[in-house]
């Protein structure tokens, strides 16, 4: 699959480099207190410690205008797409390790249904912050050609990725919920199928 840059021209649809923030301390103490499994990934919506810092109310004040905000993290080691999600509202990344970006854009979501071919793959470099737009499918980091695994911080409107409401299905995009603010579609391959998510990719489970 070819592997372009965040930096490149062709990820401008799907969100920009984020930058006016010193994040040195954040990754710092991701990479100390953030668990990080050899095998899969681990996501915490809201980190006690990456909360704590003085960056995280920054971000609360400037990257998200006031609104209460989340500051957790997404670690492992994974190398599948498996799933794509959207949400209400643009997501900060913070990448404290090189990872690869599996994305795609929300319009070409038909019915629930999206062919993985659309999906594009983007590097991102340690260091870097990466917004996603509201309009764009991702989900999970892949881990970069040569590395154990990867440690990223994640900024999201607070509640994101919490208990499912409950609610009575009454459209198309009802059955997609699988969380607070969390709209999901899934590979067949992937263990969120097994668990009853909406299956709505076809193609390859893209692999990196």
């Not at 681990?42 to 609104?67: I, K, N, T, W």
């Not at 319009?107 to 912050?129: M, N």
């Not at 154990?148 to 607070?158: D, E, T, Y």
């Not at 009575?168 to 899934?186: G, S």
Request: charged share 20%.
């Amino acid at each position: 699959m070819n592997i372009q840059s965040v930096f490149d021209p062709a990820f401008s649809q799907y969100g920009k480099i984020v930058t006016g923030y010193d994040f040195t301390e954040l990754l710092s103490v991701l990479k100390k207190t953030g668990e990080q499994p050899s095998e899969g990934t681990v996501y915490v919506p809201g980190d006690a410690a990456l909360e704590s810092l003085a960056v995280f109310r920054e971000l609360s004040q400037r990257f998200y205008g006031g609104m209460p905000a989340q500051l957790g993290y997404c670690n492992g080691n994974n190398h599948l797409l498996n799933c794509l999600e959207y949400h209400r509202d643009s997501e900060l990344n913070i990448a404290a390790d090189d990872v690869i970006l599996l994305v795609a854009p929300l319009q070409k979501l038909k019915g629930g249904k999206l062919d993985t071919a659309e999906v594009e793959a983007f590097s991102v470099p340690a260091g870097t912050a990466v917004q996603f737009y509201e309009t764009t499918l991702h989900y999970a980091p892949c881990t970069a050609a040569g590395k154990s695994g990867f440690r990223v911080a994640v900024l999201l409107p607070h509640g994101t990725n919490t208990v499912k409401p409950e609610i009575e299905v009454q459209n198309e995009e009802d059955r997609l919920l699988w969380a607070c603010n969390k709209w999901l579609v899934a590979h067949p391959d992937s263990d969120e199928a097994k668990q009853g998510a909406f299956v709505g990719l076809y193609g390859e489970n893209i692999k990196i």
